[in-house]
């Protein structure tokens, strides 16, 4: 078929496109944040004990292995062949743009269900407990899944991909966004001002607090973008604040 790429390569193309993600945002976040002397990381880090060598170790290792899996799935969900944006003009842009915005909403609903349900006391330990080993997560953990959770967290992409003439530019734009903002929750700093977390508006956001605190405490602020199906469901653990201990 014009435009299709051969497995090997596309299995290739994925893991690059995985990695390069993962280094461009966790690796940035780390140099920024913690690899330098950094004035705004002693103000904002949300727990006062460091990082282990073990940890972050830990973290990347299984970084790596999800990388590997997500290019597997992925390759299976998405096949060989690009979608191409559909529109000409100034509509090309609102095409991307509405794409990209749908997959954030029903990825933002996804991961919060799929989120509390590997919480649940017979799944937890067996896949989602690697996650919340780091209870003092680095940005290296953003992708620190158990394999079989790294297929949960690529699955709900399948319908999508297989009904929907979704463009692979939205879907790419949309990778590399939620890898920054899986990122800025496991980055161990609040990025955002604090009053955002009472404004009318930017309240809806999922702050790196109130991720941090989930790790810690290992219940509550099951979102990823919004805070919104937190709020709506009861879960949100917003009064923990700063978490440092």
Same mark, same amino acid.
């Given at each position: 078929m014009p435009g299709a790429v051969s497995l090997p390569l596309l299995l290739?193309?994925?893991?690059?496109?995985?990695?390069?993600?993962?280094?461009?945002?966790?690796?940035?976040?780390w140099l920024v944040l913690w690899?330098?002397?950094?004035? +705004?990381?002693?103000?904002?880090?949300?727990?006062?004990?460091?990082?282990?060598?073990?940890?972050?170790?830990?973290?990347? @290792?299984?970084?790596?292995?999800?990388?590997?899996?997500?290019?597997?799935?992925?390759?299976?969900?998405?096949?060989?062949?690009?979608v191409p944006l559909r529109s000409e003009g100034a509509w090309r842009a609102a095409e991307f743009l509405g794409w990209l915005a749908f997959l954030v909403a029903v990825h933002d609903t996804? +991961?919060?269900?799929?989120?509390?349900?590997?919480h649940h006391p017979r799944v937890f330990p067996l896949v989602h407990a690697l996650h919340h080993q780091s209870r003092n997560p680095s940005p290296f953990a953003?992708?620190?899944?158990?394999?079989?959770?790294?297929?949960?967290?690529?699955?709900?992409?399948?319908?999508?991909?297989?009904?929907?003439?979704?463009?692979?530019?939205?879907?790419?734009?949309?990778?590399?966004?939620?890898?920054?903002?899986n990122v800025v929750g496991h980055c161990g700093v609040e990025p955002y001002p604090l009053a955002w977390q009472r404004h009318?508006?930017?309240?809806? @956001?999922?702050?790196a607090t109130f991720h941090n605190g989930h790790h810690l405490r290992v219940a509550g602020n099951y979102g990823l973008y919004f805070s919104a199906?937190?709020?709506?469901?009861?879960?949100?653990?917003?009064?923990e604040g700063d978490t440092r201990t």
């Open positions: 290739a193309l994925l893991a690059a496109m995985h990695l390069a993600r993962y280094l461009l945002f966790a690796g940035g976040a690899a330098w002397s950094n004035p +705004f990381t002693a103000r904002r880090r949300l727990q006062r004990v460091d990082f282990t060598k073990k940890d972050l170790s830990r973290e990347v @290792l299984a970084s790596l292995a999800t990388i590997l899996v997500f290019a597997l799935v992925f390759a299976g969900i998405f096949g060989a062949t690009p996804t +991961f919060y269900w799929s989120h509390r349900l590997l953003a992708l620190a899944f158990h394999p079989l959770e790294a297929i949960v967290q690529a699955a709900w992409a399948a319908p999508l991909a297989w009904l929907l003439p979704i463009p692979t530019a939205s879907w790419l734009a949309f990778a590399f966004l939620a890898m920054l903002v009318p508006v930017f309240k809806w @956001l999922n702050f199906w937190d709020r709506w469901m009861g879960t949100l653990r917003a009064s």
